[in-house]
Nanobody, 123 residues
Framework: QVQLVESGGGLVQTGGSLRLSCAAS????????MAWFRQAPGKEREFVAW????????YYTDSVKGRFSFSRDNAKNTVYLQMNSLKPEDTAVYYC????????????????WGQGTQVTVSS
């Protein structure tokens, strides 16, 4: 079992930055791949970024490549999403999720989810 709690969301102007954190409970956190998803009002939840259990590998959806950076600190049971050059279209509720699969971008493979944190980018 893994419990996830996100933090760090907020209101920021276009071009600004935010760092999201996701703290996990559970002794097996380091064995899970982690991901960030987001859901904007009226839209389906979409994949944003993935990180391997070790943190050595990451993957991003095209719309955030070069602007977002995903990292993890297994000693602290925490993952981070550094978001730079934010755009209004980044506005959404951001969720972190954990998967026992090595590689997955579909939400169906993620068994554990946080409650979400709101990110709002004003124009």
């Amino acid at each position: 079992q893994v419990q996830l709690v996100e933090s760090g969301g907020g209101l920021v102007q276009t071009g600004g930055s935010l760092r999201l954190s996701c703290a996990a409970s559970g002794r097996t956190f380091s064995s899970y791949a982690m991901a960030w998803f987001r859901q904007a009002p009226g839209k389906e939840r979409e994949f944003v970024a993935w990180i391997s259990w070790s943190g050595a590998n990451t993957y991003y959806t095209d719309s955030v490549k070069g602007r977002f950076s995903f990292s993890r600190d297994n000693a602290k049971n925490t993952v981070y999403l550094q978001m730079n050059s934010l755009k209004p279209e980044d506005t959404a509720v951001y969720y972190c999720a954990a998967s026992s699969q090595v590689w997955a971008t579909s939400s169906a493979w993620y068994a554990y989810w946080g409650q979400g944190t709101q990110v709002t980018v004003s124009s």
